[in-house]
């Protein structure tokens, strides 16, 4: 059997401080071609891509920014477009895979060795089906943008993505988790067995589902204190920024206590870690990654301004939601005393 062709897709928004691991990571575990579509982006996303297409011109992008021109309520659905597009151009590239991942999630084989065809083939045979990997959420980890380590502590999840075969299959509607297929169509889970997803969220794995397999996500959500604080502001710089409601604090190995860890054979991750040194070495792009960082860590910093000054604003319970688990809950503390406590804050919002 001929080895099929598998594509790796992404959305991606200001990730240039991420993107170079990211692809060479995917790259390594066997991932044939890469394709990021970039969507309101003001960092140096773009030149990192370009530089990294120059030396393996199985990587490319694409500006999706036209999907702005459309209505709002067409806009909000950017993903799933772009995804849509996705497969249609896949389809008639002649790819007999297909997989979308954000940038901080990593198709990772349970002992780092396994590339995604020989999972494919050890599972599927000659009968390709959909195979949905869980997330494993990666604590936060105590250096600001730290590559994988080995040994790293996660937690399991329900969420999960899949990797599926996108010819003589009916594919019905894409979605972010897991696609729509016909009826006949039955997916599997990373140790080969029928997949059971969530009665109430299909897009989820049922809680039976969710244990350990021989392959996954590693969904890296908080990376360390200072990047899950700059992640919390949504929009431009230059516009007005917002802070996202959906994160419900800070998760690390400092203040969790780690029950399970991803730990790989140790020479298997060294010549992991040597290759993905010499690929860095080679693109030549740490200062466009630099400027990057430093953009981050400005957003953490406005960002944090923002949460403590919630305290002011009559939102105490924001603040303290969004600092959990953070070194700032000490400060959060002190300005939440100087100003009477949540409950006096909540009696002068109210009356005001």
Same mark, same amino acid.
């Given at each position: 059997?001929?080895?099929?062709?598998?594509?790796?897709?992404?959305?991606?928004?200001?990730?240039?401080?991420?993107?170079?691991?990211?692809?060479?990571?995917?790259?390594?575990?066997?991932?044939?071609?890469?394709?990021?579509?970039?969507?309101?982006?003001?960092?140096?996303?773009?030149?990192?891509?370009?530089?990294?297409?120059?030396?393996?011109?199985?990587?490319?992008?694409?500006?999706?920014?036209?999907?702005?021109?459309?209505?709002?309520?067409?806009?909000?659905?950017?993903?799933?477009?772009?995804?849509?597009?996705?497969?249609?151009?896949?389809?008639?590239?002649?790819?007999?895979?297909?997989?979308?991942?954000?940038?901080?999630?990593?198709?990772?084989?349970?002992?780092?060795?396994?590339?995604?065809?020989?999972?494919?083939?050890?599972?599927?045979?000659?009968?390709?089906?959909?195979?949905?990997?869980?997330?494993?959420?990666?604590?936060?980890?105590?250096?600001?943008?730290?590559?994988?380590?080995?040994?790293?502590?996660?937690?399991?999840?329900?969420?999960?993505?899949?990797?599926?075969?996108?010819?003589?299959?009916?594919?019905?509607?894409?979605?972010?988790?897991?696609?729509?297929?016909?009826?006949?169509?039955?997916?599997?889970?990373?140790?080969?067995?029928?997949?059971?997803?969530?009665?109430?969220?299909?897009?989820?794995?049922?809680?039976?589902?969710?244990?350990?397999?021989?392959?996954?996500?590693?969904? /890296?959500?908080?990376?360390?204190?200072? +990047?899950?604080? #700059? $992640?919390?502001? &949504?929009? %431009?710089?230059?516009?007005? *920024?917002?802070?996202?409601?959906?994160?419900?604090?800070?998760?690390?190995?400092?203040?969790?206590?780690?029950?399970?860890?991803?730990?790989?054979?140790?020479?298997?991750?060294?010549?992991?870690?040597?290759?993905? /040194?010499?690929?860095?070495?080679?693109? +030549?792009?740490? #200062? $466009?990654?630099? &400027?990057? %960082?430093?953009?981050?860590? *400005?957003?953490?910093?406005?960002?944090?301004?923002?949460?403590?000054?919630?305290?002011?604003?009559?939102?105490?319970?924001?603040?303290?939601?969004?600092?959990?688990?953070?070194?700032?809950?000490?400060?959060?503390?002190?300005?939440?005393?100087?100003?009477?406590?949540?409950?006096? $804050?909540?009696?002068?919002?109210?009356?005001?």
């Amino acid at each position: 059997m001929n080895k099929p062709r598998i594509r790796l897709c992404a959305v991606a928004k200001d990730e240039g401080p991420y993107l170079a691991e990211w692809v060479f990571h995917h790259l390594h575990v066997g991932f044939d071609q890469i394709h990021v579509l970039l969507n309101r982006t003001s960092d140096t996303s773009a030149a990192v891509l370009e530089r990294i297409g120059q030396a393996y011109p199985q990587v490319t992008f694409e500006f999706i920014d036209w999907v702005d021109l459309c209505d709002p309520s067409v806009g909000r659905k950017l993903q799933t477009i772009a995804y849509a597009k996705a497969l249609a151009d896949a389809r008639a590239a002649g790819v007999d895979w297909l997989m979308f991942l954000d940038i901080d999630e990593f198709w990772t084989a349970q002992d780092l060795a396994t590339r995604v065809d020989q999972l494919i083939a050890r599972l599927c045979g000659d009968t390709p089906r959909p195979i949905s990997f869980l997330w494993h959420c990666e604590l936060g980890q105590a250096q600001a943008f730290c590559p994988l380590q080995n040994g790293a502590g996660y937690e399991l999840s329900s969420h999960l993505k899949t990797l599926f075969p996108i010819q003589g299959i009916e594919i019905q509607h894409v979605r972010v988790h897991h696609p729509i297929f016909a009826r006949d169509v039955v997916p599997i889970d990373a140790d080969g067995h029928p997949m059971v997803y969530s009665e109430t969220q299909p897009e989820l794995a049922d809680s039976t589902a969710i244990a350990p397999r021989q392959a996954y996500v590693i969904h /890296r959500m908080y990376r360390s204190e200072e +990047e899950y604080l #700059a $992640l919390l502001l &949504r929009g %431009r710089p230059s516009g007005k *920024q917002q802070l996202k409601t959906n994160r419900p604090g800070y998760r690390s190995h400092r203040n969790v206590k780690v029950g399970r860890r991803m730990v790989w054979p140790g020479e298997v991750f060294a010549a992991y870690d040597s290759a993905k /040194r010499d690929f860095m070495q080679r693109l +030549e792009i740490s #200062a $466009l990654i630099e &400027r990057d %960082r430093e953009a981050i860590r *400005q957003r953490a910093a406005r960002a944090l301004s923002m949460l403590l000054a919630l305290v002011e604003q009559g939102d105490p319970d924001g603040a303290t939601r969004f600092l959990r688990g953070t070194r700032h809950e000490a400060a959060l503390a002190a300005r939440l005393a100087a100003h009477g406590g949540t409950e006096e $804050l909540g009696r002068s919002a109210a009356s005001g």
